[in-house]
Each structure stands twice: as C-alpha cells, then as structure tokens.
C-alpha cells in the first residue's frame, strides 16, 4: 500500500473519529487505532487486487468481509467517510444478526447479570456499582469513574443520580450501594488514604485527586464475568426501544444523533444495504 494511501486512511478515521470528540480518553485511543488498522487493510487489498477506491463495488466489499469478518465492525466508520466524500460509489455494510453477535448479550443475558450486581455480596461493591450503572443507563465506563459524590440525592421521593443535567431514579437496592461507596469508599491506597478524596469522587483511584484508572475498572469486570461492551449496546437498544432518542440522549448524557443512530439501529432498517445491493446488480 502506498504511503499517501496509508496516510489517507490513518487521517480519515482521525477525522471522523476524534475530532468530533471532546475528551479524548485512552479507550477512544485504541478505538481510533482499530478503524485505522482496518482501513489500512482494506486499501492494501484493494491496491493487492488492482482497484482503485472509487471504483470499488458493494461485491468487492462483501469479498473483503468473507476474509475479513473480525474487522465487519471495525472498518465501518472508514466506508461511511469515503461514500459522504463521493470517494467510492454507494457502499453499505450488512449489520450481523443481533443473536449471533458477540457485541451483544441476549436480554435475559443483561436482567441476570443486573440482578447479580444488585444481590452478590461476594462481588467488589464498586463492581456491583459500576456493573449496575451499565446494565441499566448504557453508561460507558469512562463517565462512570468521572461522577463524583455530589451527583447522588435521596428525597421523600426515592434517591436519584445525576447522570448529565438530569436526575434518574435509582432503583432501591443499587440507591442503598451507592450511599454506603459514599460513606466508606475502598482504601486500597496508603496514599489515598493520607491525602483523602478532595474531589469528591464516587470512585476515588489509587492515587490521590484521581478517579478510578478505566481500563482496570474494564479488566475488574471481565474477570468478574461482567462484559462492559456487549451489556452497554444491549442496555442502550432497550432504552431507545423503549423510550424516544431525544429523552435517553438528555436522560443518559448522550448527543442526540447519537441517540438517533442507536434507534435507526434498532428498527433493524436494511434499506441502506437493500439499495447499495440492488446499484450493483
């Protein structure tokens, strides 16, 4: 592959990826950094096999994913770049069957695992917490470790947390966790335990003024058996089923685009592919 290809690839998903990002965090780091490796893999097979980008075809793509299909996700935001470009012609990618894929978790799937972090006392309480926040607002694990004490309240009502600008109903049992993380937060930390959490943290990190490190936090859950990735998108396909995409995008934080997408995407609307399919035939 050439060297003005490569670096074409690497400067499209930069700018489709983080550039319309705030903050920009490790995780989203090594999620720029896998689109830019399959657009790069996707250009050399193209140079490999002759075909210059805007001449590629919905089968040649469809011939990549055979080969390629650990990249199906991976290389979407690339494709998506290159078509609102005019680079290539009209090119769509199949979406795999929500049962049969792996960033998924069936539904009952996602009611057992809350319920075991709402009721295992053997697990980590921050797990049972973070685990719970996940399952039930599709929060990812970067904002969780963000939320500093001050974001919870109880009232006559119920008790509630502050997700973005406005408060959600928290169910008893996780209301009950979260005010006891608040009285007595592990301590793990000789330093944090000198220095205290002057932040106010819900999650206080092992050093001092910081929140818990993410990708620990992600590890801790894998290996409690607490998938981060698969239960987020399934709890966010049942909130925008259930809900309009304007309400989880002010409940849950979220740009309404993005809450828009999640919904498109889960009326399971194939017009996109149906119509790249039927310009090649």
Request: glycine share 6%; net charge positive.
């Amino acid at each position: 592959m050439s060297a003005q290809a490569r670096s074409t690839a690497a400067r499209t998903v930069r700018s489709v990826g983080g550039a319309a990002r705030g903050r920009y965090t490790t995780l989203a780091a090594k999620g720029d950094t896998r689109d830019i490796k399959a657009a790069i893999d996707f250009m050399s097979w193209l140079d490999a096999h002759d075909i210059d980008l805007q001449d590629t075809t919905q089968n040649n793509l469809e011939r990549w994913l055979v080969d390629h299909s650990c990249l199906h996700r991976t290389v979407v935001t690339f494709i998506q770049w290159a078509v609102a470009r005019r680079l290539t012609g009209k090119l769509a990618i199949t979406r795999p069957s929500k049962k049969n894929d792996s960033g998924f978790l069936d539904e009952q799937d996602l009611h057992d695992q809350l319920r075991r972090c709402l009721n295992d006392d053997t697990l980590p309480r921050e797990a049972r917490i973070i685990g719970a926040l996940i399952r039930l607002y599709a929060l990812p694990v970067s904002r969780i470790v963000e939320l500093t004490t001050d974001r919870f309240h109880r009232d006559e009502k119920g008790a509630y947390l502050t997700l973005d600008r406005h408060p959600v109903l928290l169910p008893p049992k996780l209301a009950v966790l979260i005010e006891e993380q608040i009285a007595q937060p592990a301590t793990d930390s000789r330093m944090r335990q000198q220095f205290g959490n002057e932040n106010g943290y819900l999650f206080p990190g092992k050093a001092p003024g910081r929140p818990r490190n993410v990708i620990g936090t992600h590890n801790l859950l894998k290996q409690l058996g607490l998938p981060v990735l698969s239960a987020r998108n399934t709890a966010m396909i049942e909130a925008v089923t259930s809900l309009p995409p304007i309400v989880v995008a002010d409940l849950f934080g979220i740009h309404p685009a993005t809450a828009q997408r999640w919904a498109n995407y889960a009326k399971d609307d194939w017009s996109t592919y149906l119509a790249a399919r039927l310009a090649t035939e």
